[in-house]
């Protein structure tokens, strides 16, 4: 199967601001696999390094040693983010836009011609539920509208891969499942989804494989299933194990 | 291109769809008509009065909307997040700075067209006489600076993180340019040594914006500029624009986008 996303010995290291002039180890040396069709979570808690690890991925922030592949090309080159698309966690789009008109702004700069661009759009509306709001400015979206046109904007150019970083923060109940319908759906077609999120439970739901990382370090990766059977847990417990947290339960 | 085109097209619409516009407009009309209706002594030279007052105007108007425009585009990126969507997708950094550029500048284009259209129309109905090359060339030798204007305010934009303080600071170089910057040779001339030259460093450094300002010559109905002339203080913007997206565009690429 192809090798959609890949890592290796992604080491991510930035000055703390917090400690003079000492350095801050964001991402150790990750290696870090995902295939073609899969829905690979990247679980952690805050300031594990997902967000720096999906930041070198999208080319914003340059690794300091190691590598990163998206479709085998290296991260650094602008074409590598053709086949993508991405879902940023909390994003306040062009507010003076219609999502019609981001829309069409995005298609326009995959080079998507015109008349595809007005299918797609039209598809991602509908899919996104937002036909009914699509002349309306932006800025009079509710925030689950604001993170639907997010999800429009990240496959107009029907992505292969799609990178979401925590897609269901802050939405209530009908607009996390409905993001969830939406992966499913994706899943279905084949694409592959690479997403973080804090929400283990929904992860469990979706995911084919996840990775956890902790302090920058990778310290599990494996299908959902095969890791709930070996630790004889759900993912929550195997989570908050490997991360050092002990309930009062257990101690 | 598609890219750089599409950014640019995101700016301009911006431009017309906020209220700066429309109120700069608004008030340069007002002020305008309302110097033009009023009779001072019955002197029929009262026209020429109206001309600089207007001209004035659009000049200020101008600035306000180039250095306003282009002071917000790349924070307001980072602070509404938009910029991690935008780059996420096959667009470089250099694409971002440029397509930025051709948004404010034609924005900035459009709008000072409206303003000289209007200032035709008003200054026209008055004197019965229509010297459209003249105010074609004024109109474009005010765009072209302005070229410099949004570059220079680009890179401000990329340096400074408060788009009020690069406003701020860029207002104060450009009026500086304005209005001293054809007089440092002879500043540097009265001073004694280092600072001579340092002045005189300064005056062949920045770019002369003032030269770009022909009011008196619509003013005056004095002879155009030749459009040979027209053409090299063209190049001559085009140069230091370029210098100064290139520096942009160095600064930009290495910049941690976190907020």
Known sequence: METIVETRNLRVEYRAQDSGSGRKVAVKDLNLIVRAGEVFGFLGPNGAGKTTTMNVLLGFVNATSGAAFLFGVDVREPIARQRIGYLPELTYYYKFLTAEELLRFYARIFGIPQAQADQRIDALLKLVELDHARKRPIKTYSKGMQQRVGLAQALINNPDLLILDEPTSGLDPLGRMKVREIIQRLKNEGKTVFFSSHELGEVETVCDRVAIINQGELKVEGRVAELVEKHHANLERIFLNIIGYQTQAST | ?259
Not at chain 2, 18 to 34: N, P, S
Not at chain 2, 143 to 160: D, E, P, Q, R
Not at chain 2, 203 to 209: A, C, D, Q, S, T
Request: contains cysteine.
């Open chain 2, 1 to 259: 291109m598609n890219t750089i085109l599409a950014l640019a097209g995101v700016v301009i619409k911006e431009l017309y769809r906020r209220k700066d516009f429309y109120v700069l407009f608004v008030l340069t009309a007002v002020i305008t008509l309302l110097m033009g209706s009023v009779s001072f002594f019955h002197d029929t030279g009262i026209v020429r009065y109206v001309k600089e007052i207007a001209l004035l105007l659009i000049w200020i108007a101008a600035l306000v909307i180039a250095i306003g425009t282009t002071a917000r585009q790349i924070p307001a990126e980072r602070e509404n997040r938009t910029i991690f969507p935008l780059l996420a997708k096959p667009v470089t950094r250099g694409q971002v700075i440029v397509g930025k550029f051709a948004g404010c500048w034609l924005a900035c284009g459009l709008a000072l067209m409206v303003f000289y259209v209007f200032f035709g129309v008003v200054s026209g109905s008055r004197e019965h006489y229509w010297p459209v090359l003249s105010f074609f060339q004024a109109f474009w030798l005010q765009w072209v600076m302005l070229g410099i204007v949004v570059a220079f305010v680009l890179l401000g934009s990329v340096v400074f993180a408060a788009p009020s303080s690069n406003a701020t600071i860029s207002f104060i170089v450009v009026l500086g340019i304005l209005l001293l910057g054809g007089h440092l040779n002879q500043v540097a001339l009265q001073q004694p040594e280092p600072l001579r030259s340092i002045v005189y460093g300064v005056y062949f450094l920045i770019p002369h914006l003032e030269w770009y300002d022909v009011r008196d010559l619509i003013v005056y109905d004095w002879n155009r500029v030749g459009w040979l002339d027209c053409a090299l203080a063209t190049l001559y913007a085009a140069t230091y624009a370029g210098l100064l997206l290139f520096g942009a565009w160095l600064v930009f690429r290495r910049k941690p986008l976190n907020v």
